[in-house]
Each structure stands twice: as structure tokens, then as C-alpha cells.
């Protein structure tokens, strides 16, 4: 993959949009300060200038169908998990993309891909935020850090470097069982008891995370009976 370092942009996926015409397969656009990050949820993505990894993945011809993305979100999930285990630090998969330590936020990602005729998937920009060297979050009241973790100082370069050698190994395995097993595997609260709020009914029960459907949704078995499926922004985590 080709690294372009930017020492400041509004946002990496924002440019690897507006470039994406230009910008062949393996581009990444890493920046140094994100003035306005973007999250799921069109949330904003806060991280302190000069202390975290902030960039973007651009894909192209993967021979994906519209319902066959999701297996993007499966790699890069398992990527990130799979690089931060690789410095000693153990992560769950937040469904559908958010990367917790010790029940702290790590890293989020945000997926945008554009379709052609067909449905097919033309091109996929995958953003993604790894807190590395920041100490403190006034902002963010539960999230951590790489290094809160561990307690030493990471070159953000080579810790990219690190991290996409991590995701190219992981790409041969894109359409295979064994990546959705290893996303499956490392779930947040996965068979534990936990509190979720069911968006779709305005209500909050009790409920064990059993698993992933082949399709992305995410499966709550309610500890008063019953087992329910969600799409994206159809549940929520009380934390």
C-alpha cells in the first residue's frame, strides 16, 4: 500500500472522497491533525493533533456485491483487534465497529462505499481512528489509548506500517468463514449479561449477545424470552 501523510485535513475520508476518481486501490491517507473527523453516526471523531493514528483505506475491485460489504467491516474489525493483541493488548469488537479495551473505546471506523451498476461495490473508503499516544480525553469520558495501556510512547509511522501489514495479510481471507469466525469471536460482551435499549421500541431489557448473522445482524437473546435481530442504528449499548 502507497502512504500519503497529510499534516492537516478536515477529514481523511472526506479527501479520499473527494479524490476517489484519482486515487488508485492501496492508497492510504493518514493525517498528522483531523480538524473534522467523521464517525458512525455522523458523529464527530475527536483526537488530539500529533498523538494518534487518523486515516483512510481506499479499495477498489474487490468483486463485492452490495450485501457482501459487510465483510469489509468484518476485516477491518478483526485487523484492529488483530494489531493491537499484536502489542500485547487484548480488544473486543463494540458490534458493529468500534474496538473496546477493559470496556474503553480505542478506535472507531467509519466504512462509506460506492456502488456501481448492478449493486456491485466500485470502491470502498475505509476510515479508521486508533487512539496511540494521547494521555487524556476531556471529551470523551470512556475512551483510552495504546499507550494508556501500556504505558510507552509509539512512532505513529511505524505503527501505520505495522497495522497495514496486519490488514494486507488479513485480505486474502475477505470472503472466507474463518474472518467471520475470528469477528464472531472477539464480540463485546459476548455471553455476558448485559443492559441494551431496543431503538426500534423505545425500550430497555435484559439481554446476552449470542452471535453475528451471516448478514450483519446482530443477535440479543432477552433474558425474559424471546431473541431479537438488529441492523445498524437498531440497538444500542448502555454502558
Not at 24 to 53: D, M, S
Not at 123 to 138: L, R, T
Not at 155 to 166: M, P, R, T
Amino acid at each position: 500500500m502507497i502512504i500519503h501523510w497529510l499534516d492537516s485535513i478536515d477529514s481523511t475520508n472526506s479527501e479520499a472522497l473527494r479524490r476517489l476518481p484519482e486515487l488508485p486501490g492501496g492508497t492510504v491517507l493518514a493525517a498528522y491533525e483531523q480538524t473534522a473527523g467523521r464517525g458512525q453516526r455522523g458523529n464527530t471523531w475527536f483526537t488530539q493533533a500529533g498523538k494518534n493514528l487518523t486515516f483512510s483505506i481506499v479499495l477498489k475491485d474487490l468483486s463485492l456485491s452490495a450485501p457482501e460489504a459487510i465483510r469489509l467491516n468484518y476485516l477491518t474489525s478483526v485487523a484492529v483487534a488483530a494489531y493491537l493483541e499484536s502489542r500485547g493488548v487484548k480488544a473486543d469488537i463494540k458490534w458493529p465497529n468500534d474496538i473496546y479495551v477493559n470496556g474503553r473505546k480505542i478506535c472507531g471506523m467509519l466504512l462509506e462505499n460506492t456502488l456501481g451498476p448492478g449493486g456491485r461495490l466500485l470502491a470502498s473508503v475505509v476510515g479508521i481512528g486508533i487512539n496511540i499516544n494521547q494521555k487524556e480525553f476531556s471529551q470523551l469520558a470512556n475512551a483510552t489509548s495504546l499507550g494508556l495501556c501500556t504505558g510507552r510512547e509509539y512512532g505513529l509511522e511505524e505503527e501505520l506500517e505495522a497495522f497495514l501489514s496486519v490488514f494486507e495479510g488479513l485480505l486474502p481471507q475477505l470472503s472466507s468463514e474463518e474472518l467471520f469466525a475470528a469477528y464472531s469471536a472477539r464480540l463485546f460482551r459476548k455471553g455476558v449479561p448485559a443492559r441494551y435499549h431496543d431503538l426500534l421500541s423505545d425500550c430497555e431489557y435484559q439481554g446476552v449477545i449470542e452471535g453475528v448473522e451471516p448478514d450483519g445482524r446482530l443477535h440479543i437473546r432477552n433474558l425474559d424470552g424471546g431473541d431479537y435481530y438488529y441492523r445498524f442504528k437498531e440497538v444500542s449499548y448502555i454502558l
